[in-house]
């Protein structure tokens, strides 16, 4: 089936400073990616629609100018955590719509630890 | 506007036992559903998916569901449980935007 890869895995930042997790399509084309979040124990929740060559769109309440999101190529998009703190830690997922337009794809996810 | 209930946050089977993980939807569409399965600090792998056709789906590892429209139900089983089986199950419609709408999540146990 389609793979859509993240990274960092797991990351580490200091408070204040920003931090990227990049999502790939590693074998297919994907002109709409999604950005979740997910707290312990909890479903997840969307954050942003990434499109290709376009401005994401963003679900209500989610601060954009915090969460940076750029989708500069069909197989990529980056999320950037900006003036990251310590409630920004989460795990956070992405998903890429698969070729056939009604599957969704999900990566491995990337734990983000705000200290 | 779509919305997905799953019945029960936890449930808890032993080894070799029936698996009964219980979804229903709300669409006022022909609705395409998803389960997807969760291990512990992993993104999500789709279990199986309904669009139309055969509403009985066959998925990986040993799993199905049914799409009953009377019912407005998409439940998940598998005859006979495995200790790898244990892990967060998501129930999920996918609406008219595009995006998936999960429901709350069914954590799993499966005792020796």
């Known amino acids: 089936g389609a793979v859509v890869s993240q990274h960092p895995s797991r990351v580490i930042c200091k408070s204040g400073t920003s931090v990227k997790i990049e999502c790939r399509s590693l074998?297919?084309?994907?002109?709409?990616m999604f950005w979740y979040r997910q707290f312990p124990k909890q479903s997840l929740m969307l954050m942003a629609t990434s499109n290709e060559g376009s401005k994401a769109t963003y679900e209500q309440g989610v601060e954009k100018d915090k969460f940076l999101i750029n989708h500069a190529s069909l197989t990529l998009s980056t999320l950037t955590v900006t003036s990251a703190h310590p409630e920004d830690s989460s795990f956070y997922i992405c998903s890429a719509e698969g070729d056939s337009g009604n599957t969704i794809y999900f990566g491995e996810g990337s734990w983000l630890t705000v200290v | 506007a779509q919305s997905v209930t799953q019945l029960g946050s936890h449930v808890s089977v032993s080894e070799g036992a029936l698996v009964l993980l219980r979804c229903n939807y709300s669409?006022?569409?022909?609705?395409?559903l998803f389960w997807y399965v969760q291990y512990p600090n992993q993104g999500l792998q789709l279990l199986l998916k309904y669009t139309t056709g055969a509403t009985l789906v066959k998925g990986i590892n040993g799993f199905e569901a049914e799409f009953k429209k009377s019912e407005t139900s998409f439940h998940l089983t598998k005859p006979s449980a495995h200790m790898s089986d244990a892990a967060e199950y998501f129930c999920?419609?996918?609406?008219?935007?595009?995006?998936?709408?999960f429901g709350q999540g069914t954590e799993l146990s499966v005792k020796p």
């Open positions: 074998d297919f084309q994907a002109t709409t």
């Open positions: 669409s006022s569409v022909p609705p395409y």
């Open positions: 999920a419609v996918l609406n008219q935007g595009g995006k998936l709408i």
